[in-house]
Protein backbone atom coordinates (compact mmCIF):
# COMPACT_ATOMS: atom_id res chain seq x y z
CA UNK A 1 0.00 0.00 0.00
CA UNK A 2 2.97 2.17 1.22
CA UNK A 3 4.62 1.69 -2.55
CA UNK A 4 1.53 2.79 -4.08
CA UNK A 5 0.45 6.11 -1.84
CA UNK A 6 4.00 6.96 -3.18
CA UNK A 7 3.51 5.83 -6.85
CA UNK A 8 0.14 7.91 -6.85
CA UNK A 9 1.91 10.97 -4.96
CA UNK A 10 4.31 11.08 -8.25
CA UNK A 11 1.99 11.19 -10.30
CA UNK A 12 -0.12 13.99 -8.99
CA UNK A 13 2.89 15.97 -7.79
CA UNK A 14 3.58 16.14 -11.55
CA UNK A 15 0.36 16.96 -12.88
CA UNK A 16 0.20 19.44 -9.83
CA UNK A 17 3.73 20.69 -11.23
CA UNK A 18 2.78 20.67 -14.72
CA UNK A 19 -0.60 22.02 -14.63
CA UNK A 20 -0.22 24.46 -11.82
CA UNK A 21 3.42 25.17 -11.92
CA UNK A 22 3.81 24.34 -8.17
CA UNK A 23 5.05 22.08 -6.54
CA UNK A 24 3.47 19.87 -3.46
CA UNK A 25 6.78 20.40 -1.22
CA UNK A 26 8.63 17.84 -3.44
CA UNK A 27 7.77 14.72 -6.05
CA UNK A 28 7.53 11.68 -3.13
CA UNK A 29 6.47 14.46 -0.38
CA UNK A 30 2.41 14.13 -1.16
CA UNK A 31 2.57 10.24 -1.17
CA UNK A 32 4.48 10.28 2.24
CA UNK A 33 2.08 13.15 3.81
CA UNK A 34 -1.25 11.02 2.44
CA UNK A 35 -0.26 7.60 4.68
CA UNK A 36 -0.03 9.97 7.72
CA UNK A 37 -3.11 11.92 7.53
CA UNK A 38 -4.84 10.11 10.23
CA UNK A 39 -1.70 11.37 12.55
CA UNK A 40 -2.09 15.32 12.52
CA UNK A 41 0.22 16.24 14.82
CA UNK A 42 2.99 13.55 13.09
CA UNK A 43 2.43 15.97 10.17
CA UNK A 44 2.42 19.29 12.39
CA UNK A 45 5.97 17.71 13.88
CA UNK A 46 7.16 17.58 10.29
CA UNK A 47 5.60 21.09 9.33
CA UNK A 48 7.88 22.13 12.31
CA UNK A 49 10.83 20.56 11.30
CA UNK A 50 10.06 22.17 7.63
CA UNK A 51 9.79 25.78 8.97
CA UNK A 52 12.85 25.41 11.17
CA UNK A 53 14.76 24.34 8.26
CA UNK A 54 13.28 27.26 5.95
CA UNK A 55 14.10 30.13 8.66
CA UNK A 56 17.98 28.49 9.02
CA UNK A 57 17.95 28.45 5.14
CA UNK A 58 17.06 31.74 4.98
CA UNK A 59 19.21 33.21 7.75
CA UNK A 60 22.05 31.42 5.90
CA UNK A 61 21.28 33.09 3.01
CA UNK A 62 22.30 36.39 4.32
CA UNK A 63 25.93 35.34 4.92
CA UNK A 64 26.70 33.05 2.40
CA UNK A 65 25.58 31.88 -1.00
CA UNK A 66 22.42 29.19 -1.44
CA UNK A 67 20.64 28.49 -4.60
CA UNK A 68 19.53 25.66 -6.58
CA UNK A 69 21.68 22.84 -5.56
CA UNK A 70 23.54 23.83 -3.16
CA UNK A 71 20.17 25.30 -1.28
CA UNK A 72 18.46 21.78 -1.93
CA UNK A 73 21.33 20.24 -0.46
CA UNK A 74 21.64 22.28 2.46
CA UNK A 75 17.76 21.43 2.91
CA UNK A 76 17.72 18.30 2.87
CA UNK A 77 20.74 18.03 5.28
CA UNK A 78 19.22 20.09 7.53
CA UNK A 79 15.91 18.83 7.98
CA UNK A 80 17.88 15.17 8.25
CA UNK A 81 19.64 16.24 11.21
CA UNK A 82 16.51 18.49 12.95
CA UNK A 83 14.62 15.03 12.00
CA UNK A 84 16.89 12.73 13.49
CA UNK A 85 17.23 14.46 16.78
CA UNK A 86 13.66 14.57 17.05
CA UNK A 87 13.40 10.80 16.31
CA UNK A 88 16.07 10.00 19.02
CA UNK A 89 15.69 12.54 21.47
CA UNK A 90 12.24 12.77 22.18
CA UNK A 91 11.80 16.90 21.09
CA UNK A 92 7.87 16.19 20.65
CA UNK A 93 7.59 13.66 22.93
CA UNK A 94 5.49 16.97 25.69
CA UNK A 95 2.45 16.44 23.51
CA UNK A 96 0.15 13.78 25.18
CA UNK A 97 -1.08 11.47 22.44
CA UNK A 98 -2.28 7.97 21.51
CA UNK A 99 0.81 7.30 19.47
CA UNK A 100 4.34 8.72 19.33
CA UNK A 101 5.13 12.14 17.42
CA UNK A 102 7.28 11.49 15.05
CA UNK A 103 8.92 13.40 12.07
CA UNK A 104 7.69 11.69 8.81
CA UNK A 105 10.95 10.45 6.62
CA UNK A 106 14.41 11.74 6.32
CA UNK A 107 14.15 13.78 3.58
CA UNK A 108 10.86 14.91 3.51
CA UNK A 109 11.38 18.14 6.07
CA UNK A 110 14.04 19.35 4.03
CA UNK A 111 12.04 18.97 0.68
CA UNK A 112 9.07 20.78 2.12
CA UNK A 113 11.46 23.56 3.10
CA UNK A 114 12.88 24.20 0.02
CA UNK A 115 9.75 24.26 -1.86
CA UNK A 116 8.87 26.77 0.79
CA UNK A 117 11.57 28.82 -0.13
CA UNK A 118 11.13 28.79 -3.72
CA UNK A 119 7.89 28.58 -3.91
CA UNK A 120 6.37 30.37 -1.00
CA UNK A 121 5.13 28.90 2.40
CA UNK A 122 1.42 29.13 1.51
CA UNK A 123 1.30 28.48 -2.08
CA UNK A 124 3.65 24.86 -1.37
CA UNK A 125 0.87 23.93 1.78
CA UNK A 126 -1.77 24.79 0.25
CA UNK A 127 -0.47 21.99 -3.00
CA UNK A 128 0.67 19.79 -0.93
CA UNK A 129 -2.36 19.21 1.34
CA UNK A 130 -4.35 18.99 -2.22
CA UNK A 131 -2.28 16.64 -3.42
CA UNK A 132 -2.39 14.58 -0.20
CA UNK A 133 -5.88 14.45 0.14
CA UNK A 134 -6.47 13.14 -3.37
CA UNK A 135 -3.56 10.41 -3.41
CA UNK A 136 -5.37 9.89 0.66
CA UNK A 137 -8.80 9.29 -1.53
CA UNK A 138 -7.58 7.56 -4.28
CA UNK A 139 -5.75 4.82 -1.41
CA UNK A 140 -8.96 4.18 -0.04
CA UNK A 141 -10.60 3.52 -3.79
CA UNK A 142 -8.04 1.32 -4.48
CA UNK A 143 -8.16 -0.66 -1.63
CA UNK A 144 -11.79 -0.28 -0.95
CA UNK A 145 -11.90 1.15 2.13
CA UNK A 146 -8.72 -0.99 3.63
CA UNK A 147 -7.95 0.88 7.15
CA UNK A 148 -4.45 2.49 6.44
CA UNK A 149 -1.65 2.51 9.03
Known amino acids: MFEVAIGLGVLISLFFLETFGAAAGGIVVAGYIAMFLHQPLTILATLVISFLVLVIVKILGKVMFIYGRRRMVISVLLGFIFGWFARNYGLFNFVPSDYSINVIGFIIPGLI?????????????????VAAVIVRFLIIIIFNGEIIN
Do not use: D, F, V
Open 113 to 129: ANSMEKQGILKTLIILT
